[in-house]
């Protein structure tokens, strides 16, 4: 599989603490990737890093293309946790937010083909109805909707995702993870999600990938579950408990040691 994100010996800190500290993995093409660890493990920092929003040091590749040299930026669809759309005051419709999605628009003037492909993309996100209101006037869970077509609108080949779910409410929630499954699944999009839900986004997810300012673990769910440096993390329980539902019927591997089992 084609290498799609990969760092090597990454570090960066803010000021002199470390917040990363060598870190390396190789995201493929196809995979769909949990990124979890404690509170200020340095999750978010690691995305911005991998973007070029904040300078860290060793190798960073995107598609295979050096960071420095990366300019296909319309392959990557970013979902930032606070967004400056959020914050701006200016009145800006939420069709004009997925509108920014697009690469190089040339002018003011928007063309019916363009138009066509940010409906699509609200459409995907049920946001359709919400086109001509003011951006500023919607929930939360509505503006991270909009937010999420905007990162689709330019049919992105990785999704990258800041805790997209902490603001919705459980359905949309629900919405929220079957889409990103979807696009994983049939559309082949590659996604690296920090979330805090990972007992839903374990229903989807291919690959757990545990920061706490080191990379403590890359591997499959399955890897997850068996993972010593992951048991000293988080304990056996709790580290199944994330994983648990991928073998939840009759596969538990800790049989009748599972908590979650036996309140089934
Ligand atoms: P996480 O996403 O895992 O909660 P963060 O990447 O947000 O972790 O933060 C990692 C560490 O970096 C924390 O100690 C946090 O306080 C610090 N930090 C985050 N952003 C900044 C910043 N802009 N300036 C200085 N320190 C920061």
């Known amino acids: 599989m084609p290498s799609i994100l990969k760092a090597e010996d990454v570090c960066f800190s803010y000021t002199r603490a470390t917040v990363l500290d060598h870190i390396s993995?190789?995201?493929?093409?196809?995979?769909?990737?949990?990124?979890?660890?404690p509170n200020g493990g340095g999750k978010t920092t690691l995305l911005k890093v991998l973007l070029g929003l904040e300078k860290g040091q060793g190798k960073i590749?995107?598609?295979g293309t050096p960071l420095s040299e990366f300019k296909d930026w319309q392959k990557i669809g970013y979902l930032a946790q606070k967004s400056p759309v959020s914050q701006t005051r200016f009145p800006i419709s939420a069709e004009e937010v997925?509108?920014?999605g697009l690469p190089s628009r040339?002018?003011?003037?928007?063309?019916?083909a363009e138009l066509k492909e940010v409906h699509a993309a609200m459409q995907q996100t049920?946001?359709?109805?919400?086109?001509?209101?003011?951006?500023?006037d919607l929930s939360i869970g509505q503006q991270q909707r909009v937010l999420l077509a905007r990162a689709l609108v330019s049919k992105p080949q990785l999704l990258i995702l800041d805790e997209p779910s902490t603001a919705l409410d459980a359905g949309s929630r629900d919405m929220f993870f079957d889409l990103l499954g979807r696009l994983n699944k049939q559309d082949g999009v590659t996604i690296l999600l920090i979330t805090h839900d990972t007992g839903e986004v374990g229903k989807h997810i291919s690959k757990f990938m545990y920061v706490d300012k080191n990379l403590v673990f890359f591997g499959t769910k399955e890897e997850f579950c068996h993972?010593?440096?992951v048991a000293k993390k988080l304990g056996p329980f709790a580290q199944h408990t994330i994983d648990h539902l991928h073998n939840h019927h009759g596969h538990?591997?800790?049989?009748?040691?599972?908590?979650?089992c036996k309140h089934d």
């Not at 093409?29 to 949990?34: C, E, I, N, R, T």
């Not at 049920?126 to 500023?136: D, L, V």
Request: proline share 4%; charged share 20%.
């Open 106 to 112: 040339h002018g003011a003037d928007v063309s019916r």
């Open 126 to 136: 049920q946001t359709r109805e919400y086109a001509g209101r003011i951006f500023q």
């Open 252 to 260: 538990c591997p800790l049989g009748a040691a599972c908590e979650e």
């Open 98 to 100: 997925v509108l920014m």
């Open 61 to 63: 590749s995107l598609f």
């Open 227 to 229: 993972s010593p440096e």
């Open 25 to 37: 993995f190789d995201i493929q093409s196809g995979d769909y990737v949990g990124l979890i660890g």
